[in-house]
T-cell receptor, first 115, second 112 residues
Framework: NAGVTQTPKFRVLKTGQSMTLLCAQDMNHEYMYWYRQDPGMGLRLIHYSVGEGTTAKGEVPDGYNVSRLKKQNFLLGLESAAPSQTSVYFC??????????????FGPGTRLTVL | AQSVSQHNHHVILSEAASLELGCNYSYGGTVNLFWYVQYPGQHLQLLLKYFSGDPLVKGIKGFEAEFIKSKFSFNLRKPSVQWSDTAEYFCAVRSNTGKLIFGQGTTLQVKP
């Protein structure tokens, strides 16, 4: 039981390049989330999903897109990377229920640097 | 807008010292509160959570937190820290839209 996994672990991009971060969970969780972690700012929610085929914006969605084509996967895309998107990205998942009520299980993070 | 504030950004303690990390939130309604820990190089893990009932919540690894509604606080405590408690600690509140709002985090360094 791997829990929540993220690929890649590290990535360096040039401004304007695109990339996709993959999150996978094997706990059959309905809800999945993408956060970014920046020094002194804690974790901020980018996008989230309450089920396969559905996504919603979080606190800081600009510059990102997401897709949830399969229940176990949640993809985060950067179409045109900017230096302001240099951050550590965490994926999380939780059981269905009242949003935020159930414990969120986090992945190991992806450290992204945009030059 | 709801917010969470952690006043201590960086705390340094010696082993066996007592720990208290502050957390204040800005929402007057029903709140659900969480403390997460991130050990070096690892992902976030849930330490404890408060939904209702006894305001003193016990978590894993000897941690506890007290919900004080009148002070809008949910401080994390541990009577005697160990070197292995070195980590970053995040307080979070479930917002009225259901999403988690995290504080800025507190880095705890325990000296052996």
């Amino acid at each position: 039981n791997a829990g929540v996994t993220q690929t890649p672990k590290f990535r360096v991009l040039k401004t304007g390049q695109s990339m996709t971060l993959l999150c996978a969970q094997d706990m059959n969780h309905e809800y999945m989330y993408w956060y970014r972690q920046d020094p002194g700012m804690g974790l901020r929610l980018i996008h989230y999903s309450v089920g396969e085929g559905t996504t919603a914006k979080g606190e800081v969605p600009d510059g990102y897109n997401v897709s949830r084509l399969k229940k176990q996967n949640f993809l985060l895309g950067l179409e045109s990377a900017a230096p302001s998107q240099t951050s550590v990205y965490f994926c999380a998942s939780s059981q269905a229920g009242r949003l935020g009520y159930n414990e969120q299980f986090f992945g190991p993070g992806t450290r992204l640097t945009v030059l | 807008a709801q917010s969470v504030s952690q006043h201590n950004h960086h705390v340094i303690l010696s082993e066996a010292a007592s720990l208290e990390l502050g957390c204040n939130y800005s929402y007057g309604g029903t709140v659900n509160l969480f403390w997460y820990v991130q050990y070096p190089g690892q992902h976030l893990q849930l330490l404890l959570k408060y939904f209702s009932g006894d305001p003193l919540v016990k978590g894993i690894k000897g941690f506890e937190a007290e919900f004080i509604k009148s002070k809008f606080s949910f401080n994390l405590r541990k009577p005697s820290v160990q070197w292995s408690d070195t980590a970053e600690y995040f307080c979070a509140v479930r917002s009225n839209t259901g999403k988690l709002i995290f504080g800025q985090g507190t880095t705890l360094q325990v000296k052996p």
